[in-house]
């Protein structure tokens, strides 16, 4: 990712395609967001652990 996105906004990204289903290219056109940099983000396990383990979800 050529970019530095914040955990809070990978975070969001691996919810809209992993939870609500959204496509990497709804994604791209709503966030502006290229799909490599959508597809590291969800595609990489560790990179979801850590996104999760520093913005743990809200009660």
């Known amino acids: ?3 530095n996105y914040t955990p809070e906004f990978k975070k969001k990204i691996v919810r809209l395609h992993e ?3 959204r496509t990497y290219k709804s994604i791209t056109a709503e966030y502006g967001v290229s799909k490599a940099s959508i597809s590291k983000v969800v595609n990489l396990p560790k990179g979801r652990q850590r996104i999760q383990q ?3 979800d809200k009660p």
Request: proline fraction near 11%; hydrophobic fraction near 20%; charged fraction near 35%.
């Open 54 to 56: 520093r913005m743990p």
């Open 1 to 3: 990712m050529s970019q």
């Open 19 to 21: 939870e609500d289903g």
